[in-house]
């Protein structure tokens, strides 16, 4: 549709919108249905032409937000610009603060289960419909940026505020989530919120038994800050599938794709998910001069063969969306005049297809066998450290976010997210959908992580507009 046409229209709907408004509202008591349908009309679901409905001149308070997300950075452990804020530190708990008092000013009520995920809920015109989630999380890893996560906490508080504003009301219930620790930062173990929400007997069990680098266990942190205060239990935190109808997160893309392009909406339709392993390799050692090299069993050599041997299992797959890296290699006794007696080497292999990437895991646990017998060295240790599988987007999900770009005429991008997120532990329990927005050079984790106030906008609107057709279907 032209430009001209869809000036035209709106306004025209806008009017028609409020004699609608006006004609229900004066209809005596059979205002519920006739307000039903209105609200069907109103957001445009599940019809999805473009530019047809009032919720496309949706507005955001960019002021108010770009504010928030400096304010919010000033609950940190480290000199602005750079952000710290630790699990169930003081600038934790306050920045904690902070989000309940958000979430209370835009009329949700909040709740908070035992290990401080927070919840906001907008309750719906059928609250006992399984409610449509969003939210990220707000925790920093140490001198790190105001953007990661942040944007998708403050930005859902803001889409609600705008749905709110467009005078929306939802059918099923809107519910803003923070997350919990997305960042392993203090217990080594990321998304736990989101984790612990999708239920693991297992991690629940192990974080009883789990202390940060100060010796202070994980309940001893919740308990000082607030939380695990009644009992031990942690099952609490759990839900079943079903809970939410749909889970949808915004957060900055942390990669350069959508800024190099100049494209503001990225639609994201997987996310890769890591499996990482530790390799330990024993040789003889010796002097560096003394030995020669036909009776040499090196495990340094060892661990560089294993390393390209990742880089050709990984380009064998055929597809850019398998990687490979080996991000540790370390030597024993790391002398220039000592042959190395001990090797280790981390690795982490991503990919959006599970089986492909268990396929490069097994592979490489079969080349380090090989290599060890060929080099006569011992494999004294091959640990799969963690093997998440990777998730799909929900096509429905998908197809929502797409027809709100369009009716926003944002362009978009149908792309994959490298970096794992809340969302692919909620896809465990929720059909589940992630919106990206462009940042600065692709940075994140560090202070110079930035995206425009205009940016942001967009986001929330992409989300708003996300959020109102999932509530209505
Ligand atoms: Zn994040």
Known sequence: MSRFSSQFLLPFLLISFFFLTIISATDGDVDDDQTIKTM????????????????????????????????????SDSPSPSVTRVLYTDKDVAARRYIKNLMGLAGLSVREDTIGNIFGRWNGYEPELAAVGTGSHIDAIPYSGKYDGVVGVLGAIEAIN???????????????????????????????????????????????????????????????????????????????????????ELHIEQGPILEAEGIPIGVVTAIAAPASIKVDFEGDGGHAGAALMPNRNDAGLAAAELALAVEKHVLESGTIDTVGTVGILDLHPRAVNSIPSKAHVEIDTRDINETRRNIVVEKIHQSAIDIANKRRVKLSGFEIVNQDPPALADKKIIEAMEASSREL??????????????????????????????CYKGYSHKPEEYSAPEDLTNGVKVLALTLAKLSLS
Request: aromatic share 12%; proline share 5%.
């Open 162 to 248: 705008v749905l709110k504003k467009a005078g929306f009301k939802p059918k099923r219930s809107l519910e803003v989530i923070m997350f919990t620790s997305e960042e392993p930062t203090r217990f080594g173990i990321s998304c736990l919120g989101s984790r612990l929400i999708a239920g693991s007997e297992t991690l629940e069990k192990a974080l009883k038994n789990t202390f940060d680098s100060q010796n202070v266990s994980f309940l001893d942190a919740a308990k000082s800050a607030g939380y695990a205060r009644d009992k031990d239990d942690l099952s609490s935190v759990r839900m079943n599938y079903g809970t939410y109808s749909g889970f949808v």
């Open 409 to 438: 005429n944002l362009d978009y991008k149908l792309m994959v997210s490298r970096a794992y997120h809340d969302s692919l532990f909620m896809a465990r329990v929720s059909p589940m959908g992630m919106i990206f927005i462009p």
């Open 40 to 75: 069907h009309q109103f957001s445009g679901y599940p019809s999805s032409e473009p530019h047809h409905h009032p919720l496309s001149s949706l507005s955001v308070d960019t002021q108010s937000l770009q504010f928030q997300v400096d304010e919010l950075a000033t609950f």
